[in-house]
T-cell receptor, first 113, second 116 residues
Framework: DAKTTQPNSMESNEEEPVHLPCNHSTISGTDYIHWYRQLPSQGPEYVIHGLTSNVNNRMASLAIAEDRKSSTLILHRATLRDAAVYYCILRPAGGTSYGKLTFGQGTILTVHP | SAVISQKPSRDICQRGTSLTIQCQVD?????MFWYRQQPGQSLTLIATANQGSEATYESGFVIDKFPISRPNLTFSTLTVSNMSPEDSSIYLC?????????????FGPGTRLTVT
């Protein structure tokens, strides 16, 4: 399975934008880029996903590099509730690993008031 | 969205015993998974629970240690057998539809297991 590389931790101030990077240089053409986050003492929750084009939803934006070897999750205005571990995951679209989510270590985001 | 409940939410067990964790979903789902999250670590997929057939286990996990049942499309159980302190983890149930328009995977709140 293709792997992702994320910084161990990042810090932000409340109401400022946050850019969480993810490298995935071995991504295959059919892998979707998914982001999940895990709030303290909770199970992970879906944030956003994309394939080639940049994506926006109510929670965040996803910017995908043209060569798809990296992506950036953008929180436009961080709040204290956004403090969590953010996971960048490549989800296969086919083969024996179809649909499986393989979690890496993620990025611990700390948001300061 | 699917709402997932797990029972128990936490338990403390003695080594050598077994614990069965229940996962209940509020709607019928095609795919159900069980994950383990060891202290301070990320999530690791244990197995895919298949309705009406044997679960599909990931490398490093075996049926004798983690037997799984899935009698219908809304319910599954994971048993942690012959427990040792190394089994102390959070166990999470997760579900997803295989519809290609579906992309979200939902996770339960987890069962925190401590083995003494």
């Amino acid at each position: 399975d293709a792997k992702t590389t994320q910084p161990n931790s990042m810090e932000s101030n409340e109401e400022e934008p946050v850019h969480l990077p993810c490298n995935h240089s071995t991504i295959s053409g059919t892998d979707y880029i998914h982001w999940y986050r895990q709030l303290p003492s909770q199970g992970p929750e879906y944030v956003i996903h994309g394939l080639t084009s940049n994506v926006n939803n109510r929670m965040a934006s996803l910017a995908i590099a043209e060569d798809r070897k990296s992506s950036t999750l953008i929180l436009h205005r961080a709040t204290l509730r956004d403090a969590a571990v953010y996971y960048c995951i490549l989800r296969p679209a086919g083969g024996t690993s179809y649909g499986k989510l393989t979690f890496g270590q993620g990025t611990i985001l700390t948001v300061h008031p | 969205s699917a709402v997932i409940s797990q029972k128990p939410s936490r338990d403390i067990c003695q080594r050598g015993t077994s614990l069965t964790i229940q996962c209940q979903v509020d709607s019928q789902v095609t795919m159900m998974f069980w994950y383990r999250q060891q202290p301070g670590q990320s999530l690791t997929l244990i197995a895919t629970a298949n309705q009406g057939s044997e679960a599909t286990y990931e490398s490093g996990f075996v049926i004798d240690k983690f037997p799984i049942s899935r009698p219908n499309l809304t319910f599954s159980t994971l048993t942690v057998s012959n427990m040792s302190p190394e089994d102390s983890s959070i166990y999470l149930c997760s579900v997803r539809e295989t519809d290609r328009t579906s992309y979200e995977q939902y996770f339960g709140p987890g069962t925190r297991l401590t083995v003494t």
